[in-house]
């Protein structure tokens, strides 16, 4: 940080400007410059975690906020914070960590955290009666729509793409960690059935777009936007 007055508060974003800091860390062949993230959410900043889920959904297991100070602590940000993605993107990290040093030590480290991860996912999925497994209230990042006076606002709505896609490589990582350490409970069971029971990416004319439905001050249509704020989003689900 250079300035007396930091642009946002030099805290930590967990929507996309903490992973674009670290995404070349594993591919680069440089995992042991990812070593401090995995002990950030392993150890140092879990507490605090646990402490969202708990205080925002009364649920088990842990929730990231959107950004966070040097303790993890969160920092609020309005209904950004409804971002329901966050969890499982930043927890593909620590799944990351584990794919490209092969270290089991680390894999047993980092299982726990990832089960945490879905037990929260676990209280906010919505079973419907088709038989999947709903993000039911999210918010596709920074994506925003201008209503008929030319104000922007923000879209939350339902089964975001960016939310199905890493909750499900989330629930999948976690049965495959188990499957490599030759644990299995019930949990892990379920696990499993989420996995396979996630809507698919929501699209509209073949091609993908945010969110299944988007509440929009005009009513209710799918999430398509014209308009991005240099946000990876639905971007995810290729």
């Given at each position: 940080n250079q300035y007396d007055i930091p642009p946002w508060h030099a805290d930590f974003h967990f929507n996309t400007n903490l992973q674009e800091s670290q995404w070349l860390a594993c591919c680069s062949n440089h995992p042991e410059l990812q070593e401090a993230l995995v002990r950030c959410f392993t150890d140092d900043w879990r507490e605090e975690f646990r402490n969202n889920a708990r205080r925002i959904f009364n649920s088990g297991g842990l929730m990231l906020p959107l950004c966070g100070d040097f303790l993890g602590r969160e920092i609020g940000w309005g209904g950004l914070s409804l971002e329901m993605s966050l969890t499982a993107w930043m927890a593909q990290h620590l799944w990351w960590q584990w794919l490209y040093t092969q270290d089991k030590k680390l894999l047993k480290r980092i299982l726990p955290y990832l089960k945490e991860c879905c037990e929260f996912y676990l209280t906010i999925l919505n079973p419907r009666d088709d038989g999947l497994y709903h993000i039911e209230l999210?918010?596709?990042?920074?994506?925003?729509?201008?209503?008929?006076?030319?104000?922007?606002?923000?879209?939350?709505?339902?089964?975001?793409?960016?939310?199905?896609?890493?909750?499900?490589?989330?629930?999948?990582?976690?049965?495959?960690?188990?499957?490599?350490?030759?644990?299995?409970?019930?949990?892990?069971?379920?696990?499993?059935?989420?996995?396979?029971?996630?809507?698919?990416?929501?699209?509209?004319?073949?091609?993908?777009?945010?969110?299944?439905?988007?509440?929009?001050?005009?009513?209710?249509r799918p999430g398509q936007f014209k308009h991005s704020h240099r946000h990876p989003s639905r971007l995810v689900g290729i």
């Open positions: 999210s918010h596709s990042p920074e994506q925003i729509a201008v209503d008929k006076n030319g104000e922007r606002y923000l879209v939350f709505g339902s089964d975001p793409t960016i939310d199905l896609v890493f909750i499900r490589i989330l629930f999948e990582a976690v049965v495959e960690a188990a499957g490599i350490l030759n644990k299995t409970d019930n949990f892990i069971d379920k696990c499993r059935e989420v996995a396979k029971h996630l809507p698919e990416a929501p699209t509209e004319n073949g091609v993908l777009i945010d969110e299944t439905v988007g509440f929009f001050k005009d009513g209710n």
